[in-house]
């Protein structure tokens, strides 16, 4: 008995069970005009029976094109990245492409593996949420001359391709929206600074805490992990070293329900109202409303998408930036009681 493992069907096998040319049998699976419809009925439903896949990698090396693309992410346990994945896809349903799903947890190593995966793969474009902790990925993409799109994320002065969301608006509507409700010590549990969303958040933070007149306080500012909500020491810490606040801004959905689990456990005495960012819950259903931070998913995973596709046909060779409105969704604006001494360490 042969140990080998079988082959997979070939075109030469569908024509054998057909009895037609392999010239034939493919003009009739790529619907050529020059085979009558019958005869492509007859080969397409012989070719699906075998189990017959279509080889992209020979088909490339005929057009130059694997009608794949790699969409490069930090997180894709965060439920915001799997709902963009799923706009997405079916966007790039609409051109026939489909996708190379890689995540980089945040990590430049793996951000630059990821790349090199995704060259190694000939895919036809690249959408990538970058880590911003340096070019060198991105240089490499440049390098082999493969259309890009930056998602989410952006670096300021660089000319590059991107759709992202108005970050810094975005926070101000949030920390104001929290002023409004009488709330003057807000804490900002923001992302690392190296990301443009961070720095333009806490820019919205700022600005609206001046034009209410109320002093920046450094203590009320801390940055924390957006890749693991497991990260919770860090965050506990953030929310027992904080100084008397009496409201939550956190950088998104993913670290405020973190943070509402550790203040429930802790169970201190003041009601905490919490703003979050990203408005996963108009996505996914979830018994913890509370208010946030959106934008159109379905218009950024258009916009994306149709950028890359210029690019990858040469229809727009200008430089696409794309920010798109942010506005306060209130879910339900949770309040959690909490009653530890421990959550306000210097009251």
């Known amino acids: 008995m042969s140990n080998s493992r079988p082959g997979r069907v070939t075109l030469k096998m569908v024509a054998q069970a057909t ?12 619907g050529k005009a020059d085979i009558s419809s019958t005869t492509a ?6 070719a699906q029976e075998m189990g017959y896949i279509n080889d992209m990698v020979a088909g490339s090396l005929r057009s130059g094109f694997t009608y794949s693309i790699a969409l490069i992410l930090p997180n894709v346990a965060n439920p915001f990245w799997a ?9 790039l349903r609409k051109y026939n492409y489909t996708s190379l799903i890689l995540d980089t947890d945040e990590d430049n190593a793996l951000e630059l593996k990821a790349v090199q995966a995704a060259i190694s793969r000939k ?15 991105l240089h490499l993409i440049e390098k082999n001359n493969i259309p890009y799109v930056l ?26 929206h929290l002023l409004k409700m009488g709330r003057k010590r807000i804490l900002f549990i923001n992302g690392p600074h190296h990301i443009s969303n961070s720095v333009d958040r806490f820019k919205g933070y700022c600005q609206a805490l001046a034009e209410a007149q109320i002093p920046y306080d450094p203590m009320l500012v801390a940055e924390t992990n957006i890749s693991a909500a497991s990260d919770n020491q860090n965050l ?9 606040y009496d409201a939550i801004f956190a950088f998104s959905d ?28 108009s996505n996914l259903r979830i018994p913890l409303p509370f208010a946030t931070i959106g934008a159109d998913k379905q218009l950024e995973s258009h916009k994306v998408v149709q950028i890359l596709m210029d690019k990858i046909n040469g229809k727009n060779k200008e430089i696409q930036q794309v920010m798109l409105p ?16 421990g959550c306000h360490k210097n009251k």
């Open 19 to 30: 009895g037609y040319t392999t010239n034939t049998v493919s003009h009739a699976l790529k």
């Open 41 to 46: 009925a007859f080969i397409r439903q012989k």
């Open 83 to 91: 709902v963009l994945i799923k706009g997405i896809n079916s966007e």
């Open 123 to 137: 895919v036809d474009g690249i959408i990538i949420a970058p880590n911003q902790q340096d070019l060198s990925s």
């Open 151 to 176: 998602l989410g994320r952006h670096f300021p002065g660089e000319a590059m391709n991107y759709v992202v969301w108005d970050d810094e608006q975005g926070a101000y509507t949030a920390v104001s």
């Open 236 to 244: 506990k810490d953030i929310l027992k070293r904080s100084v008397n």
């Open 254 to 281: 993913f670290i405020a329900w973190e943070i509402m689990v550790l203040l429930a456990e802790a169970g201190c005495s003041k009601d905490i109202p919490i703003v979050g960012f990203d408005d996963i819950q």
């Open 326 to 341: 942010t506005r306060l969704i209130l879910h339900g604006h949770r309040d959690v009681s909490l009653t530890n001494r």
